[in-house]
């Protein structure tokens, strides 16, 4: 059985209210955007990721993000689980990402996380996107218990608890 229903359609295209921003799947054709945001702020990263998911690695190429986001497309495509870019308006840079996947914890049907490049921390921007995910989730995504990691429960904690069966 799905965690999805065989007639769920995923959006393609979400605004982010406030801001010229807006979601789209990620592609493997993003890469020259992709990389630099996220090495950009790897640091960062690390600190969120790292102990869950070991990414991003320190010495990650350009071709391990390509091969990375080419493997995100493909799941995409079989709504295995979703990485969706955060871009400008003329898709001229991405700015973070939002990752909405199956659940490898117990407890909840869904699992969302997402992040924005270092130059946007604790901005406007930064704020309109913490807004909406949970808006859009609930609107949007055939979720009766989304859990959002690093914000309704601690990375830490949700690594505690059981792997979903």
């Avoid at 969706?84 to 003329?90: P, V």
Wanted: aromatic share 12%; hydrophobic share 45%.
């Amino acid at each position: 059985m799905s965690w999805l229903p065989d007639d769920f359609v995923h959006p393609v295209h979400v605004p982010v209210p406030g801001t010229t921003l807006h979601l789209r799947p990620i592609r493997e054709a993003d890469t020259a955007l992709d990389y630099p945001a996220v090495m950009g702020s790897r640091e960062r990263l690390w600190e969120i990721f790292g102990p869950a998911w070991a990414w991003p690695n320190e010495k990650m190429t350009y071709e391990e993000d390509r091969i990375d986001l080419l493997r995100h497309e493909v799941e995409i495509a079989a709504h295995q689980s979703f990485n969706y870019a955060l871009l400008d308006a003329d898709e001229t840079a991405i700015l973070g990402c939002v990752y909405v996947d199956p659940p490898e914890r117990t407890g909840s049907d869904g699992e969302v996380s997402w992040w924005v490049v270092d130059d946007l921390v604790g901005g406007e921007a930064e704020r309109a996107l913490d807004a909406l995910v949970p808006q859009w989730i609930a609107a949007d995504w055939p979720f009766r218990q989304p859990r959002y990691l690093g914000r309704d429960i601690a990375w830490q904690d949700w690594l505690a608890l059981p792997r979903a069966t």
